[in-house]
């Protein structure tokens, strides 16, 4: 088995057969081209540079199937070195910690972290204690944690708040740079996606030097629904598991949460506006915000001439950012990073039977090749 360094897996009880990931391939290996701009070598978001991702996949008996990803957007202190952020909110039906604060100042000073709905308040303790015990926090005495959700309940037994705080400080601290684990992994671990397995998955853009060469990496965690499309093909009527089927037999509701990274010196307004075009992801796979889907882009910016220290005796700070003429490729990156991440979530995804007797398949790729013959690249 394919080991991947930023997954951390505990297992209780019966076991998921997770190698069965590694059979599948993500949407470009498959011979699915997104847009127009090339990916990072990793094509994912660890393609920015210096930005982490860890996961803790929590997989117990027959009912417990959840777990945590952390986002840490730089090496150092982030608290003491904050980074420019903004969220944008396509439906609010959602439980996102810290929002307000990253609005009114336009900060992050913790990593991210996903998880289940009900265990967004341990994520939050959890990343309290991670930033007072850092070096350098001995007196901070208000943190402002980023945590983000989607509702697992339909695989797993939500109401058990099985993720603890220990859980999430491991996430958080064997988070690495290098390959992404997608699919049923961490905080993708019992979501849904248009009636599929879906979880977590990643992407990358990096525009041509011309443009300014700047990279765009984005990771969702997939948990809504809609009519599945493929580059423009309404492919859920045709595999039979779509929104409306059947009397409203399908429901749309779930949430997606969308993280973009970039190395662009962006400031929090137009990092807003870059969170606002990878949410055109889920819109153009097929998604459309359904009233109970929280729908969130949290976009940030890891340049270093825009960071933020905690504290200066300067009174003033002077940065240098992106003119507004020359955004216009970084929405295009994010739009189609945000695309081809979902889908990923989805090819990455395996058979997963959990709370209830429920069970999620996997999208079948076989019958998607048929669909999709002439549509293909050679891999």
């Not at 341990?122 to 015990?133: F, N, P, Q, R, W």
């Not at 339909?154 to 290098?178: C, F, P, T, Y």
């Not at 045709?238 to 749309?252: A, H, I, N, Q, S």
């Not at 662009?264 to 915000?289: S, V």
Request: with cysteine; aromatic share 4%; charged share 20%.
């Amino acid at each position: 088995m394919k080991i991947l360094a930023c997954l951390t897996i505990v297992l209780v009880g019966s076991i998921l057969l997770l190698h069965a990931e590694d059979q599948r391939p993500r949407a470009r290996e498959f011979g699915l081209k997104v847009g127009v701009l090339s990916p990072g070598r990793l094509n994912a978001i660890t393609d920015v540079l210096g930005v982490k991702v860890g996961h803790v996949t929590l997989i117990q008996g027959d009912s417990v199937r959840t777990g945590v990803t952390a986002i840490i957007p730089h090496g150092g202190n982030v608290f003491q070195e904050k980074v420019p952020a903004a969220i944008h909110v396509a439906n609010g039906f959602g439980k996102l910690a810290g929002y307000t604060q990253v609005e009114e100042l336009g900060t992050l000073e913790t990593p991210i972290v996903l998880t289940s709905t009900l265990s967004v308040s341990a994520a939050v303790d959890a990343l309290i204690e991670h930033t007072l015990g850092q070096q350098g926090n001995e007196s901070v005495q208000s943190v402002n944690a980023v945590v983000g959700e989607t509702n697992d309940g339909w695989l797993n037994d939500i109401r058990g708040r099985h993720v603890k705080r220990e859980h999430v400080l491991e996430a958080v601290r064997q988070a690495s740079a290098g390959p992404v684990a997608e699919g049923v992994v961490g905080a993708g671990t019992g979501t849904m996606c248009f009636g599929f397995k879906g979880g977590i998955g990643t992407s990358s853009r990096t525009l041509p030097e011309s443009r300014g060469g700047y990279t765009v990496g984005v990771l969702v965690q997939t948990n809504f629904g809609g009519i599945l499309a493929i580059g423009g093909v309404p492919l859920g009527t045709r595999l039979g598991d779509f929104f409306m089927k059947e009397d409203l037999e399908k429901k749309p509701d779930g949430s997606c949460m969308v993280i973009v990274a970039t190395d662009a010196p962006l400031d929090a307004r137009n990092l807003k506006r870059l969170a606002r075009r990878a949410l055109l992801g889920i819109a153009r796979t097929g998604g459309f915000y359904a009233n109970g889907s929280g729908d969130y882009a949290i976009a940030f910016s890891t340049a270093a001439g825009v960071r933020v220290p905690h504290t200066s005796s300067a009174k003033t700070q002077a940065v240098t950012l992106l003119r507004d003429d020359h955004v216009s490729p970084l929405f295009l990156a994010a739009a189609e990073a945000a695309e081809e991440a979902i889908l990923n979530s989805l090819f990455k995804a395996v058979r997963v039977s959990g709370r209830a007797g429920h069970v999620a398949e996997p999208l079948p790729l076989d019958r998607l090749r048929k669909l999709l013959a002439g549509r293909l690249e050679q891999p």
